[in-house]
């Protein structure tokens, strides 16, 4: 296993120590691999702290959060709530935060619409006794000023090393489809700042706490000083599909494309295909964040950390990953979209889920090709509260390559995931398909039907997702006063509980079900 440094100094990155194999049976040793890291970082804690996998920590911003506590308004932030000594030490990511403040011209403006109870101010409208403050926060929204409260958050990433690059282009285009479906079936963000939130997931917090455009780059003032308009923020969803496959269609890519026209002649000179030419030069809007003076000067033959230096600043739902320099690494796609769950079950289940369709993508020769405006729709759906169980998602009607038809309706999680007899087959019956035509013992398709049992019941609504359990919890708790407001009682009684379903010492039914006993590897 390997761990990283990220943002905030009460989080960390665990991935396995080498690639995983490309058997059934060395994917079955995810969901152990996930219980080892969390026992490993767990031994290293004190008696009073916990390895928790949750989204992000219900009272972030809230004073006095951290331990020991911490004032805000540091050089960095300089946010009203977030205090600098949460932010990792290391110095890229004090310095992204400052340089992201610095360049947009002001501090970050988060708001999430705020969850009306009963009890909860009529308007709500907090002010703040900060001119800024008070011009950027939206009434009937929990207001927010600072990259912690985005790159605060934590994820569920997987990462794919294709055959080719083609092979690698074309699941990085199906999966961008599927990406908004799966944000809605892990939603696990519905409290920020202490306040229940109208919204599931984390998505849109990060894309505003990250956002570094200018007046100029948002369209709010004449182009001056600035190159482009830019219609996103430096993390959202892709903005254009990259495959040569005959079955894309320029109507699919019906988001006008910004680009640097420079970089796109050079790349289109140097025998860059057209697509993935637009999908380079599109990155290269954006202004570099952070550059170590030891690296400017690159042997850009040998070396790739100017593209890293932006490609790893443009954080999308996926990322096209071209191989190292000198490296056996080759053609990845990540997909960068779950939210992270409460268990490594559930965590194990959605990584296989998404491993698996790849498959069934490359052996059924799937195509999810709909208009990429419709993709962005169908992320803005997914955020919502409970668009699990009611949203409603654009989505194509026939998935192979045989019937020439890439039309489209709106479709519910459940007929996406489950199918619907005589219209729509459903994910997990093509995986399942997919599985019939291989050899597997009874104990390794026995666990797979575990994790599929999860993600369809989750589908179906018979189970429900985090966020809709955290928010149940806390609107049940004794404590909560039915004004949207997440009480330190309540925080320390949820996190306890998250800790000990992570550890497998509580059961939580409505959202987990009966839970398998894992099989010894």
Known sequence: MLWRPEY????????????????????????????LRRETVQALLRPNEVALTVTNFPLLGT???????????????????????????HRRFPTLTQNIRERRGKRVA??????????????????????????????????????????????LQVTFQACSIDEARHLYDQLAVIAPVML????????FRGYLADVDCRWNTISQSVDDRTQEEQGKAPLKSSRFVIPKSRYDSIDSYISQDPALRASHNDIPLVMDHGHYATLRNGGVDHLLAQHVAHLFIRDPLVVYRERLNQDDENESDHFENIQSTNWQTMRFKPPPPNSSIGWRVEFRVMEVQLTDFENAAFTLFIVLLTRAILSFDLLFYIPISKVDENMQTAQKRD?????????????????????????????????????????????NQ????????????????????????????????????????????????????????????????????????ATAERLLGPLPTQPAQ
Not at 28 to 35: D, I
Not at 391 to 420: C, H, P, W
Not at 452 to 478: C, D, N
């Open 434 to 505: 997919y599985l019939d035509s291989m050899e597997i013992d009874f104990q390794s398709r026995s666990l797979l039907a575990s994790y599929f049992e999860l993600i369809s019941k989750r589908a179906s609504g018979e189970l429900i997702t985090t966020a809709k359990w955290m928010r149940e919890f806390v609107q049940q708790h004794p404590e909560y006063k039915k004004d949207s407001v997440v009480s330190g009682p309540i925080a320390f009684d949820l996190v306890k509980l998250c800790a000990d379903l992570g550890n497998g010492i």
């Open 8 to 35: 905030g100094r009460f989080m960390i990155e665990g991935t396995p120590g080498q690639p995983y194999a490309g058997s059934i049976s060395d994917f079955l040793t995810v969901e152990s691999n996930m219980r």
């Open 63 to 89: 004073p006095n959060f951290t331990e020991p506590p911490a004032a805000p308004r540091g050089p960095a932030a300089r946010s009203l709530f977030f205090p600098d000594e949460a932010i990792n030490a």
């Open 387 to 431: 668009a699990v169980s009611s949203g409603k998602f654009f989505f194509r009607k026939n998935l192979t390559r045989a019937v020439d038809d890439d039309s489209y309706e709106l479709m519910d999680v459940n007929t996406i995931i489950n199918g619907q007899e005589g219209a729509f087959p459903g994910l997990l019956p093509l995986l």
């Open 184 to 191: 809605a079936l892990t939603a696990a963000t519905p409290i």
């Open 110 to 155: 988060i708001n999430m619409p705020v969850f009306r109870d009963v009890n909860t101010p009529k308007p709500f409208a907090p002010k703040y006794d900060d001119e800024e403050a008070d011009a950027a926060a939206l009434p009937e929204h929990i207001y927010m000023d600072a990259m912690g409260f985005g790159m605060g958050c934590c994820c």
